[in-house]
């Protein structure tokens, strides 16, 4: 045997050459950063292709400005004449961010939520039983029904059922979820030169895709918290920005646990994304601000409502992208508190770490 033989690599003509789709996908990257600004995304491309050469003679950037436009990913008819992006890009990044982070999943039937229970559902199952008061019509199994009218009342003329003959075929029960995440925007997401709140906002997106595309039965919330907390859309996601805010977390658990109240789904959960310590609080029309230390008064009000939310049974997950032990101290007692669970994560595993906290969640019934 004569083993491996390596020799130089020659590419075929067409590999290593421009094309739509592999400008596509770092343009829908820019965008995100960017928060769906297309000049500044667009004035990036310009920028990476006098650098590294990203286009040639045969495609260049007017080529793919022009492709993205017929395309329908961008548009410049707007009042000023500027470029914006489409509802079109916006699910194309969302389906990125979707296969950056959980990889590439299939679009499933509707409640696909396993749990160990049979009940009311919308999937057949395997299991027969008789019929019950309350069982749909379509439930029925009427070979098995007929079988036992034959057997309980011989073959006649006069063919007849009772319900005692009747047996239905069981549903898998299947869970459904509500599940609000929280994305802290207060200024220190981008403090130190380190952006966090991009990889945040990557996570949030690929999790709506996900819950929108494989679970649909499910309810996301997406709430926002910097010195007030309020709702935004999926819609909203790309172009989500870090202001000059405090952390006002209790604006946050408050508005979540308002919204959980609202779902009628047994299983309920928070997920906090967020890199720092409480500084805020809303009194009235004034803010109580503390940016030095954990300030005790914001630090109780935040615990209590980790209390309330511990007896309504919606665990709180946190992830904590800050490695600063004075922060992750307040973390350990605000998750023992409420009995939920934290992770000290880094920016680059945010996603699976989320991804595989919902999943174990969504088995449960809390």
């Not at 990203?54 to 022009?66: L, S, V």
């Not at 036992?148 to 979820?177: C, M, P, W």
């Not at 039965?217 to 202001?243: E, H, M, R, S």
């Not at 009995?339 to 680059?348: I, M, V």
Request: charged content about 25%; proline content about 4%; glycine content about 6%.
């Amino acid at each position: 045997m004569l083993g491996y033989r390596f020799s130089k690599y020659t590419p075929p003509p067409n590999e290593g050459k421009p094309s739509f789709e592999n400008l596509l996908k770092m343009f829908m990257q820019l965008l995100t950063i960017t928060a769906g600004d297309v000049q500044e995304a667009l004035d990036w491309m310009n920028s990476l292709d006098r650098q590294y050469g990203i286009t040639d003679d045969d495609y260049g950037m007017g080529n793919f400005i022009q492709d993205l436009k017929d395309k329908g990913y961008i548009t410049d008819e707007t009042p000023d004449g500027q470029f914006v992006i489409t509802a079109k890009s916006e699910q194309s990044i969302r389906q990125s961010a979707l296969e950056e982070i959980f990889g590439k999943l299939k679009k499933n039937k509707t409640g696909n939520h396993h749990t160990p229970f049979q009940g009311t559902g919308d999937e057949l199952g395997s299991d027969i039983r008789d019929y019950e008061f309350g069982d749909s019509v379509e439930q029925i199994s009427m070979l098995e029904s007929i079988k036992n009218a034959q057997i309980n009342h011989g073959y006649t003329e006069d063919f007849f059922l009772t319900e005692r003959d009747l047996e239905v075929v069981d549903t898998e029960f299947k869970s459904q979820t509500s599940t609000v995440l929280m994305i802290d925007i207060s200024h220190s997401m981008i403090l130190y030169g380190e952006d966090r709140i991009t990889p945040a906002k990557k996570v949030a997106m690929a999790l709506a895709e996900l819950i929108t595309t494989k679970y649909p039965k499910d309810t996301l919330d997406i709430i926002v918290f910097g010195n007030d907390a309020w709702q935004v859309t999926i819609k909203d996601l790309p172009y989500l920005q870090v202001g000059p805010y405090h952390t006002n977390t209790v604006a946050g658990l408050e508005l979540a646990m308002d919204l959980l109240r609202r779902r009628k789904n047994k299983n309920k959960q928070i997920f906090m994304i967020t890199d720092g310590k409480p500084t805020c609080l809303k009194e009235g029309i004034r803010y109580y601000k503390n940016s030095f230390g954990l300030d005790k008064k914001i630090l109780n009000k935040t615990l209590t409502l980790a209390a309330q939310c511990r007896r309504l049974k919606i665990p709180i997950t946190t992830f904590m992208v800050a490695s600063d032990p004075y922060l992750q101290q307040f973390v350990r007692e605000f998750t023992q508190v409420n009995q939920g669970r934290a992770y000290y994560s880094s920016l680059k595993g945010l996603g699976n770490m989320l991804f595989e906290d919902f999943q174990r969640n969504r088995r449960k019934t809390f």
